[in-house]
């Protein structure tokens, strides 16, 4: 039995990996302490576009642990085709846990919580399901509050599975191997007495040309995309 995949493990790692912890500390508590941004409360006096939401959250009450910046929030949704999006698209139930410790939050923090975001696949924010999904509430700064995860983990395969939906390129490569693997499938002698490499190559391009065709047609009919032009994308047909 393979082990199924926390995402909260795995963003942790992608954290501890990139991330020195107290620069994350200095960071949240310099946003904490500058409660009034020039430029938001400009932009919001002349009545422009709406600017950041962002929580006054009390510093020394928060865990640093579930203190992530929106650069390891992408990773980990890049590499295993997740979106980060507002609460407002998640149509799968927020479970009453997940309402406890919002109360407990802005009950110790003495605030109201604004624009939550969570971390879910795709599917989660069109039908219901129950695969690992992860909210946070944003700080300020591109940095967000782990506040609650709830559901199953993930497939333990998943990374390996959105591996080729990364870039084109990953993808020419699994396609270029699994050309590859279908020729070696084609008994020898098929289409000729004569077993020559020439032979080999010709039907290997035709497997990558019919393999390719395939993938592409599939991709522009769904309207697909790579994971680093969806993690963030409230689109369906991204």
Same mark, same amino acid.
């Given at each position: 039995?393979?082990?199924?995949?926390?995402?909260?493990?795995?963003?942790?790692?992608?954290?501890?990996?990139?991330? &020195?912890?107290?620069?994350?500390?200095?960071?949240?508590?310099?946003?904490?302490?500058?409660?009034?941004?020039?430029?938001?409360? #400009?932009?919001?006096?002349?009545?422009?576009?709406?600017?950041?939401?962002?929580?006054?959250?009390?510093?020394?009450?928060?865990?640093?642990?579930?203190?992530?910046?929106?650069?390891?929030?992408?990773? #980990?949704?890049?590499?295993?085709?997740?979106?980060?999006?507002?609460?407002?698209?998640?149509?799968?139930?927020?479970?009453?846990?997940? #309402?406890?410790?919002?109360?407990?939050?802005?009950?110790?923090?003495?605030?109201?919580?604004?624009?939550?975001?969570?971390?879910?696949?795709?599917?989660?924010?069109?039908?219901?399901?129950? &695969?690992?999904?992860?909210?946070?509430?944003?700080?300020?700064?591109?940095?967000?509050?782990?506040?609650?995860?709830?559901?199953?983990?993930?497939?333990?395969?998943?990374?390996?599975?959105?591996?080729?939906?990364?870039?084109?390129?990953?993808?020419?490569?699994?396609?270029?191997?699994?050309?590859?693997?279908?020729?070696?499938?084609?008994?020898?002698?098929?289409?000729?007495?004569?077993?020559?490499?020439?032979?080999?190559?010709?039907?290997?391009?035709?497997?990558?040309?019919?393999?390719?065709?395939? #993938?592409?047609?599939?991709?522009?009919?769904?309207?697909?995309?790579?994971?680093?032009?969806?993690?963030?994308?409230?689109?369906?047909?991204?």
């Amino acid at each position: 039995m393979i082990k199924k995949t926390n995402i909260e493990e795995k963003l942790l790692r992608v954290r501890e990996r990139k991330a &020195d912890p107290q620069k994350i500390i200095k960071e949240v508590y310099e946003i904490l302490n500058d409660s009034t941004n020039s430029d938001i409360r #400009i932009e919001k006096n002349l009545g422009g576009r709406k600017g950041t939401i962002e929580n006054a959250f009390d510093f020394d009450l928060l865990e640093t642990k579930n203190i992530y910046h929106i650069d390891q929030i992408k990773q #980990i949704c890049i590499d295993y085709r997740l979106r980060f999006l507002d609460s407002k698209y998640f149509k799968g139930d927020i479970p009453s846990e997940a #309402i406890s410790k919002i109360k407990n939050l802005e009950k110790n923090h003495d605030l109201e919580l604004k624009g939550f975001k969570i971390v879910a696949p795709s599917k989660l924010f069109k039908l219901k399901d129950k &695969d690992d999904p992860l909210l946070f509430a944003p700080i300020g700064n591109d940095y967000y509050y782990l506040v609650h995860k709830w559901g199953n983990d993930l497939h333990p395969l998943r990374r390996i599975f959105a591996w080729p939906f990364k870039s084109i390129v990953n993808l020419a490569i699994v396609v270029l191997l699994g050309s590859y693997l279908l020729t070696l499938l084609v008994p020898s002698g098929l289409f000729s007495k004569n077993n020559t490499s020439t032979e080999f190559w010709i039907i290997f391009f035709f497997m990558f040309k019919c393999s390719a065709s395939v #993938i592409l047609f599939y991709g522009f009919a769904l309207g697909k995309n790579f994971n680093p032009g969806i993690w963030n994308s409230k689109y369906f047909n991204t």
